[in-house]
């Protein structure tokens, strides 16, 4: 492979429509990397809220379109942890036994990566002079977590950050009680769980919390927003392309 | 117990404004979080150690029959009974058959869950036998009339103030006056009350954490020695297990002991470990003189050789609802039956009803924690929207979500037209609440809305600015 790789930005459905800003830092960071950013028209969604209700047809009608439309790529890249394991672990579950998907989903999958695992463990990437004086805790997303191991790649990128100190919170590895869809089917649970987070993250005294995924973002910064607290809250990638002190965090009053 | 899980929603409302369950959670669930993480930490081969339980269990599912009927042999030749009952009303009858037998008159019971998946507490008080519990969580529950809401720690929704409570007007009347706050003081009360039950019980009644097919034995771990001595006093001794406890060897169940304990309580191993086998022989100085095992299917060989054989791997070490953020927050009894927890929203639905129940496996956030720390690595994610699939098949899922599904296919497999309404929507969210940065009222996100402020878009799409940019 070449040591300019031609990366597909799968800009996820959340950044899209809320958060452009992470976009347009993912693909700056990417390119800091040394890699040919594409976005490609045609993405739309990964399918995961009809994959996770049990819709496995509609899950593959729209995983046949993003497998099709990010073929030709060195690399996908997506700045969420829960859509790149959504397109690496769980398209080959879903085209399992059905001939000529099966293995194009398998090669599909092994090209895939979240934002932060990728640039370092793929590009071996390191920030250079961007500077965020703050105290910022970070929650791990689960399925970053827990499906492709993403734990260590945001702090080591963030590390390099200078003035940036990270303050672990506890329970950092606990979900935000997100969930997709959960968070609005269950939502008495998911707002018990939230509050727990954001009791976490109060305890730190930090004055930003980062994380690698919007949908957990949103969520904790939503509560935050409605206990009325200043707490910052951004993703990774904003602050690794220096937008930490220039961008509003989410939720905040431009 | 009394079966709930249809009324899920309005049992979780009860659970979160419950403000004693609530400290009781905040307080219990930490523990075993931190106790199994330093215990695991301790054994560098532990991941191994879980392949290799999981392996074990694999192999005696997929020759279950084989070693089910060695089990029986084994315990035949001891000079026991193995009895099947393929449902809960067979298994509650073959229990009360064997009471009345033995004209009983008290029974004791240590922790099972086989039984209370029977109800077989009701039953036999119902023929008139006085049922006491004897593991110290259960015999507080069976005092509060409540089913436990956990599988090894049954009474963790309860906290000590309301156990001094319960002590003091049951105990009252068995000469114990001064209502005791402190544990050991309660505990010791306890022991006092049950020591003389045991002492005169009939029928001891026990599960099993295995039952182990070569040799015949059923095996169970307690912190409390409690199920030893309801094994041993007794003059009959019953087990009643599900028909997938079975292991083939003792040599097997090392394995399996070795990770049960750690991610259960954290414990290197439990207080008290016993293999029983058979009657009291001829010379033996205690032991029951009949020695009963009720091996309960209901439900089970459905599950067996299908998707969802995983779960019969299940040990019930409660991890998967130590490590719930959902268990966490609404308790056991929420989940409405025996079984709460990951393990719980994956087999009430199978062994119970799948419409019943069916929000059991939606009520999860898929964080994926339970499997990250199940001792025999089920797949209970997987497994839970395994079974939403399930439910979309048989039309379980609500109207709202299969139309909402439907609707987002149609945008997301048409980009021209998502495009345009993503624009759209970003549009409209900033005209509402641009200034602020967040809308705390946003039509038809109520459920986001009810405790959370919804955050408004950055400006128009990602994709809209990027293709400005990039065409201009």
């Not at chain 2, 330093?38 to 279950?64: C, G, M, W």
């Not at chain 2, 100085?285 to 779960?311: K, M, N, W």
């Not at chain 2, 419409?355 to 964080?367: D, I, R």
Request: hydrophobic letters at 40%; a neutral charge; proline letters at 4%.
């Amino acid at each position: 492979m070449s040591e300019n790789p031609n990366v597909a930005l799968f800009v996820t459905c959340l950044v899209d429509l809320m958060r452009p800003g992470v976009g347009f830092a993912s693909v700056q960071l990417l390119e800091q990397a040394g890699c040919r950013v594409t976005v490609p028209r045609e993405q739309t969604c990964c399918g995961q809220p009809a994959f996770n209700n049990g819709d496995d047809d509609d899950a593959r009608a729209i995983a046949r379109r993003v497998i099709a439309a990010f073929e030709p790529f060195d690399h996908v890249v997506a700045p969420s942890g829960s859509c790149a394991g959504m397109l690496k672990k769980h398209y080959p579950e879903l085209f399992a036994g059905e001939a000529g998907w099966e293995e194009r989903a398998q090669a599909f999958a092994a090209r895939c990566h979240e934002l932060t695992s990728f640039l370092v463990d793929v590009m071996s990437f390191e920030p250079r002079a961007i500077e965020y004086k703050t105290t910022a805790t970070y929650h791990d997303s689960c399925s970053g977590l827990r499906e492709l191991g993403v734990k260590r790649q945001p702090r080591q990128l963030l590390d390099a950050v200078s003035g940036l100190q990270i303050v672990e919170m506890q329970d950092a590895e606990v979900c935000c009680g997100f969930g997709g869809t959960f968070c609005v089917k269950y939502p008495d649970i998911s707002i018990k769980i939230v509050s727990d987070k954001v009791a976490n993250i109060e305890r730190t005294a930090a004055v930003t919390v980062l994380g690698g995924d919007l949908g957990c973002l949103l969520n904790i910064a939503g509560r935050l927003k409605r206990l009325k607290r200043n707490t910052k809250v951004m993703h990774v990638a904003e602050v690794l392309a220096g937008r930490g002190d220039s961008a509003p965090g989410i939720a905040e009053q431009e | 117990m009394q079966f709930t899980s249809v009324d899920f929603q309005r049992n979780v409302s009860k659970a979160l404004n419950d403000p004693f369950l609530q400290q009781a959670l905040q307080r219990g669930m930490h523990g075993f979080v931190g106790k199994r993480a330093d215990a695991v930490s301790a054994v560098p081969e532990f991941e191994q150690l879980r392949d290799e339980a999981r392996d074990i269990k694999n192999h005696t599912l997929t020759y279950l029959d084989y070693y089910l009927e060695k089990f029986e042999a084994s315990v035949t030749r001891l000079g026991g009974h193995v009895h099947w009952a393929s449902d809960a009303r067979e298994a509650r009858e073959l229990v009360l058959e064997i009471c009345r037998k033995a004209k009983a008159k008290t029974i004791t019971k240590g922790k099972s869950m086989a039984g209370e998946e029977i109800d077989l507490n009701e039953a036999l008080e119902a023929a008139g036998h006085e049922v006491v519990e004897t593991d110290l969580g259960e015999y507080i529950i069976q005092l509060a009339k409540e089913p436990p809401s956990h599988i090894i720690a049954p009474a963790v929704h309860k906290t000590r103030d309301q156990v001094s409570d319960l002590f003091h007007e049951h105990h009252r009347a068995l000469g114990f006056e001064q209502r005791l706050t402190e544990v050991p003081a309660l505990v010791d009360e306890a022991r006092q009350v049950l020591r003389r039950k045991f002492l005169s019980a009939d029928v001891g009644i026990t599960g099993a954490n295995f039952l182990i097919a070569e040799t015949g034995s059923n095996v169970i771990v307690t912190n409390e020695g409690n199920g030893d001595l309801t094994s041993t006093l007794p003059r009959v001794h019953v087990v009643t297990a599900g028909i997938e406890k079975v292991l083939p060897t003792l040599e097997d169940m090392t394995v399996l002991m070795r990770v049960l304990a750690r991610s259960a309580t954290g414990q290197e191993a439990s207080t008290y470990t016993t293999v029983f086998s058979g009657p009291r022989r001829a010379g033996d100085r205690d032991g029951p003189e009949e020695y009963h095992v009720v091996l309960i299917d209901s439900g089970r060989t459905a599950i067996l050789g299908g998707e969802f054989q995983d779960i019969l791997r299940c040990i019930r070490c409660g991890a998967c609802l130590n490590h719930c953020p959902v268990w966490g927050s609404v308790g056991g009894h929420a989940y409405g039956w025996c079984y709460s927890g990951p393990m719980g929203a994956v087999l009430t639905p199978l062994l119970k009803d799948l419409e019943a129940a069916k929000h059991l496996p939606n009520a999860c956030t898929l964080n994926g924690r339970c499997e990250q720390n199940c001792p025999v690595r089920i797949p209970l994610p997987a497994l839970l929207r395994k079974l939403r699939h399930r439910q979309y098949e048989a039309r379980l899922t609500s109207a709202m979500t299969r139309y909402g599904l439907r609707l987002w296919t149609f945008l997301a497999t048409r980009p021209a037209l998502y495009r345009l309404a993503f624009a759209a929507v970003a549009r409209s969210l900033r005209v509402l609440g641009g200034r602020r940065g967040a809308l705390s009222r946003v039509p038809f996100a109520g459920g986001w809305t009810a405790g959370r402020d919804l955050p408004v878009p950055q400006g128009t799409t990602f994709q809209s600015q990027w293709r400005a940019r990039n065409e201009s």
